[in-house]
């Protein structure tokens, strides 16, 4: 109720307790709707978790595809987000769960970019590469504007161009 009522804070209390209570065979419905209400409240790591631990109670079904699909799009944006604050190791590792996902396809270039712009950034040069080219190969719009700055990547580490990731 509180979750859907817009108050989250008191929500997280009520799923804490009924996870700590709750018979087994009630707990995957409380923890698949408890990291809705933490993706929707912007807590991706914590949604991430309770996505996680859902999918190893329910590994099939209409939820567990859902939960799968939220954990590659949580894992993007807890990625692109560590990448822009200067943390190409832990953007890498996010961007790495959301690629064996395959999930959410219409992000998968754009995680290929990201991945490539944060191996830059660790000097790993010819990984970068390979993710660039992923992207060529992935694109949805070949002459679309990821693509462009995928192909200018591919340019600079090539032909030994300058560039600022």
Do not use: K
């Not at 804490?16 to 807590?43: C, I, K, M, W």
């Amino acid at each position: 109720y509180y979750a859907r009522a817009g108050e989250p804070d008191r929500a997280r209390e009520f799923f804490d307790r009924a996870l700590a209570y709750a018979p087994p065979d009630s707990v995957p419905p409380l923890l698949f709707d408890y990291a809705v209400l933490q993706e929707s409240t912007g807590n991706c790591a914590e949604a991430i978790e309770l996505f996680n631990a859902f999918r190893s109670r329910v590994p099939r079904g209409e939820r567990a595809d859902q939960a799968r699909w939220s954990v590659g799009n949580c894992a993007f944006q807890l990625g692109r987000a560590a990448r822009q604050a200067g943390e190409p190791q832990r953007a890498l590792a996010h961007l790495q769960v959301m690629l064996e996902l395959g999930l959410p396809q219409n992000l998968i270039d754009q995680a290929w970019f990201e991945r490539g712009e944060a191996l830059l950034e660790l000097g790993r040069r010819e990984e970068a590469l390979d993710a660039y080219v992923r992207v060529l190969e992935t694109v949805r719009t070949p002459g679309g504007q990821l693509a462009e700055r995928a192909r200018q990547r591919i340019d600079e580490l090539r032909f030994g161009r300058d560039f600022d990731p």
